[in-house]
């Protein structure tokens, strides 16, 4: 994933830089803000906030920011400049709307942080206007392609693997199997990363089809080696359904089967974001302007192999990260 030259276009001198926020929050994006804004500055460049992703593009809710704008965010959650969704941004009479309010505002280019639907309406807003703009991969469930990890994902994990270790003290105590349901949309990658942290006895992910049959077997063999206890991880996406569903479908099968279900759900997208969010975002808002400085457009910025690397926003938008079948045996490994 190094530079297209197609994506390398002769900038102009640039004046004013806007930066969104948008889909779901994840920790680690006013990380990204504050350094967008003052990589900005750095560069004799005035950083605007757009408030409230492409609904405030949309409605012209702009602010001038300045270095103290960004003072004391680094280590809070969510997003200073607030995120929504807007399903009418497909259309291109809102898009059209947008680029006439950046060009208005003297804005000359724009930095998304989002996941892979606010990089499908970038790309489109670049391409349709010839316009600078690139991402950053805002999202805790790590399945945008191009980068190897992407901002708040280090910080849901750890989330999980707290609310997880809690759970099991509860567990051994009353002798029950639990089955934890994480986020991760379609992707089952908090659900694998969680599950070798906390020893759980079984992963559940969408990538993996799961037999409930084989479950209750491996179940009832764990309880024959007096295992009295246990953590079943489920991604949600599964093929098999929600944690209560699968927990219901296990119940059924295994009547005597002390289950609860525990929904860890949007706890994992708040929090002050950890150290591994808080760089990886920094390295990226820094990188997003450089690029931009450069003539760079149309790209996701992500980090691969701990090297800075763009992807063309068609290219991030298509494919999702693949999960690492070797992380999935050594999860299996490690619950014998």
């Known amino acids: 994933m190094k530079e297209n030259s197609e994506n390398i276009k002769v900038q102009k001198k640039l004046n004013r830089i806007g930066v969104l926020t948008s889909g779901g929050d994840a920790p680690g994006m006013n990380a990204a803000i504050r350094s967008v804004v003052r990589s900005a500055i750095y560069n004799n460049i005035q950083p605007v906030g757009i408030y409230r992703g492409y609904y405030g593009l949309v409605n012209r809710q702009f602010v001038t920011m300045q270095s103290h704008s960004v003072?004391?965010?680094?280590?809070?959650?969510?997003?200073?400049?607030?995120?929504?969704?807007?399903?009418?941004f497909d259309k291109r009479e809102y898009r059209d709307i947008a680029i006439e309010n950046l060009r208005e505002a003297s804005i000359d280019a724009l930095v998304v942080i989002g996941g892979d639907g606010s990089f499908r309406g970038a790309h489109l807003l670049a391409t349709e206007n010839d316009f600078p703009i690139v991402g950053l991969p805002g999202t805790i469930d790590n399945d945008i392609f191009g980068t190897d990890f992407t901002i708040g994902f280090d910080t849901a994990i750890n989330t999980a693997v707290e609310a997880i270790d809690k759970i099991r003290d509860t567990a051994d105590s009353h002798n029950l199997v639990f089955f934890v349901e994480v986020m991760g949309r379609n992707t089952g990658f908090i659900g694998l990363y969680t599950a070798i942290a906390t020893g759980a006895e079984a992963t559940i992910i969408p990538e993996v089809h799961t037999d409930i049959d084989s479950l209750c077997d491996y179940l009832l063999k764990e309880r024959r080696k007096n295992k009295t206890s246990g953590i079943v991880i489920v991604a949600e996406g599964s093929d098999q359904g929600s944690?209560?569903?699968?927990?219901?479908?296990?119940k059924a099968k295994i009547p005597d089967y002390e289950t609860r279900v525990t929904t860890l759900g949007h706890i994992q997208r708040g929090g002050?974001?950890?150290c591994n969010d808080r760089v990886l975002a920094s390295t990226l808002g820094n990188a997003s302007i450089n690029a931009l400085i450069s003539g760079i457009s149309d790209v996701m910025i992500g980090q691969v192999n701990g090297l800075v690397a763009y992807t063309p926003f068609a290219e991030a938008c298509a494919k999702h990260n693949p999960i690492n079948q070797?992380?999935?045996?050594?999860?299996?490994?490690l619950s014998l």
């Open 272 to 274: 002050s974001p950890t």
């Open 243 to 250: 944690a209560t569903e699968i927990a219901a479908k296990v």
């Open 71 to 88: 003072s004391k965010i680094i280590s809070q959650g969510g997003t200073i400049l607030k995120s929504s969704r807007l399903p009418e």
């Open 326 to 333: 070797k992380w999935i045996e050594v999860a299996h490994i």
